[in-house]
């Protein structure tokens, strides 16, 4: 039976599997402790809530609405025309 298996071998693709898993797991517990952690000073409170603000704002949408709106005018001007 050939080592090899289809792009690579199995010990290789266990290898790897192992290294992924160990690198995950080193990154794992700071990202998740820094993003749960609150904002110790009033800067960081006021880049968080900014942040928070740009997150929520929905004026992307009214924008790409009014952009739909008048395209939808657009095509109905044009099919009154032909």
Avoid: C, I, W
Wanted: proline content about 4%.
């Amino acid at each position: 039976m050939s080592k090899n298996q289809g792009e690579g071998d199995v010990k290789s693709a266990r290898r790897y599997n192992a290294n992924t898993r160990e690198d995950v797991g080193k990154m794992r517990p700071e990202s998740v402790t820094n993003a749960a952690r609150k904002p110790e000073t009033p800067e960081e409170a006021a880049a968080f809530n900014a942040g928070v603000a740009k997150a929520k704002d929905n004026g992307q949408d009214h924008r790409d609405a009014n952009v739909f709106r008048k395209l939808e005018e657009l095509d109905k001007d044009d099919a009154k025309d032909e």
